[in-house]
């Protein structure tokens, strides 16, 4: 069962990747800091606040969108 959660993890974290290349990246120049939910099939909403852009986006696409803060990657660890 673990390999089957793992694989599936790693497939959602492909998926999240590919969605932002495809659609975020070419925001990057007029929307940095913006956020943006992408609908598995690829419709976007953009805006300033996440909740609002979160709460469109499930309105307008329904649940099971992916959501992005448009900009470089800020991924760290804190020890």
């Known amino acids: 069962?673990?390999?089957v959660s793992?694989?599936?993890q790693t497939d959602l974290?492909?998926?999240y990747d590919e969605l932002y290349e495809s659609?975020?990246?070419p925001l990057e120049a007029q929307h940095s800091g913006e956020f943006l939910a992408v609908s598995p099939d690829?419709?976007?909403?953009?805006g300033h606040n996440l909740r609002e852009v979160a709460d469109q986006a499930e309105a307008a696409f329904g649940p099971g969108n992916f959501l992005y803060k448009i900009g470089p990657k800020a991924i760290g660890r804190w020890r």
Do not use: F, I
């Open 1 to 3: 069962m673990a390999g």
């Open 23 to 25: 659609y975020g990246k």
């Open 6 to 8: 793992q694989q599936r």
């Open 13 to 15: 974290e492909r998926r």
């Open 42 to 46: 690829g419709k976007t909403v953009v």
